[in-house]
């Protein structure tokens, strides 16, 4: 099959179309025929090497899929060949923790692409216990925007964030990957959102995907806007994906016994706070990663109702590979780049 691989780590030109062996599926498994797969900045990161150094060569980056049945193991009897299907972007590697729940706490989860060959081929092959069918209708170039997003999106607002109609939410950086769909999962959970961007071109975008508020940071006091905004009282839920020294900033936002959400590090991954701000208020902090199989279904669904937007960039060939990578490092991506077998 033809797919983009890489040999080594290295800049956007170690990324390599070629023709390696096609995946022949186990007994639980399928074999897809991808129809496009997107680009994360993960797949950044991992290519640099600056994530999971011991990656074995040659591997095939990509997390994101949607495709259609080719091939499918003696032991499934769920899908049928043709079908539409969604790959979950990340599963337990080992057998014995499929059923671990959430599968994310799992040890041997591992996120497609990382731990395993990935989407940027022709051909995958995923247990079938992993694969959701696509009923949405969308055309592949959007499907393929959503998984890794949707997922992480949300296990961090719906599931660990317990945000229900009518909370007041602070969704840090809405511009963005993660931050677009945590508003989108908010407003659709029937949240009010309030989010924050550091430049003016992003506030229309941010107010798009149905922000009640937008603050500049750079411009406005956060915390003087959020007691604003709740009338003193405190935000419900704040969902942080910059850490280091916004995640004391996100303590102050809360309400007593509000919930924040830490699920990044552009900041930094090193915090300080005092102690005396989580148990005056008596708030909780909890960490999310990813998401799992019911968090994709729920994600669909939302996609299927309309409440949230796949947000396409570019679409390339996945001969580009290096180009859309390019794109990605060099350029104000707004959603997803997403390649085409
Ligand atoms: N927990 C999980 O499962 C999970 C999944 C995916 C990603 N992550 C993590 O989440 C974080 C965000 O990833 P992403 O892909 O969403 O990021 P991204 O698309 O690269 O966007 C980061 C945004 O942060 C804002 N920003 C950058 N520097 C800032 C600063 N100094 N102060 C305030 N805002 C700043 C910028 O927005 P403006 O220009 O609008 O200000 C920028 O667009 C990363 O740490 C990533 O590792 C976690």
């Known amino acids: 099959m033809k797919a983009s691989i890489i040999r080594k780590f290295g800049d956007t030109d170690v990324l390599e179309y070629t023709t390696i062996d096609t995946p022949k599926p186990a007994s639980d498994e399928v074999l897809i ?15 640099e090497g600056k994530m999971m150094p011991n990656i074995p060569f040659p591997h095939i980056l990509g997390s994101d899929a949607v495709g259609e049945i080719l091939e499918i193991g003696v032991d499934v009897n769920n899908f049928e060949i ?5 790959p979950v972007p990340g599963y337990p590697m080992k057998k014995e923790e ?5 599968m994310t706490l799992a040890s041997s989860y591992g996120i497609i692409g990382a731990a395993n060959h990935g989407t940027y081929a022709e051909y995958i092959k995923v247990p079938a216990k992993f694969v959701i069918k696509d009923t949405t209708n969308l055309s592949p170039e959007l499907i393929a925007t959503l998984p890794m997003v949707a997922v992480t999106g949300v296990r961090a607002v ?6 229900k109609k009518g909370d007041k939410v602070v969704v840090l950086a809405g511009a963005s990957g993660t931050g677009s769909f945590n508003i989108q999962i908010a407003k659709a959970l029937g ?5 924050t961007t550091t430049s003016d071109t992003n506030i229309d975008f941010i107010k798009n ?10 411009k406005e006091d956060l915390i003087s806007s959020v007691q604003k905004w709740t009338n003193g009282k405190g935000a419900d839920v704040v969902i942080d994906n910059l850490g280091g020294k916004f995640l004391n900033q996100s303590i102050e936002l809360l309400k007593p016994k509000g919930i924040l959400v830490s699920m990044g590090f552009v900041d930094s991954p090193n915090v300080s706070f005092d102690v005396r701000s989580l148990f005056f208020k008596q708030i909780s902090i909890k960490g999310s990663i990813m998401g799992t199989k ?3 279904e729920f994600a669909i669904e939302l996609v299927k109702q309309g409440k949230i937007k796949p947000l396409l960039d570019t679409t390339l060939p996945l001969s580009d590979a290096n180009k859309a990578h390019d794109i990605l490092v060099n350029g104000k991506v707004k959603g997803n ?3 085409i077998p």
């Open 337 to 339: 780049i997403v390649l």
């Open 98 to 102: 499929e059923n671990i729940n959430p």
């Open 158 to 163: 719906k599931e660990v964030g317990e945000v």
């Open 294 to 296: 019911e968090d994709l």
């Open 209 to 218: 995907l149905g922000a009640d508020v937008v603050i500049n940071s750079k």
């Open 82 to 86: 043709g079908e539409r299907v969604i």
């Open 191 to 195: 949240a009010e959102v309030l989010s």
């Open 33 to 47: 025929k991808i129809l496009a797969t997107g680009v994360n900045r993960l797949d950044h990161y991992l290519r």
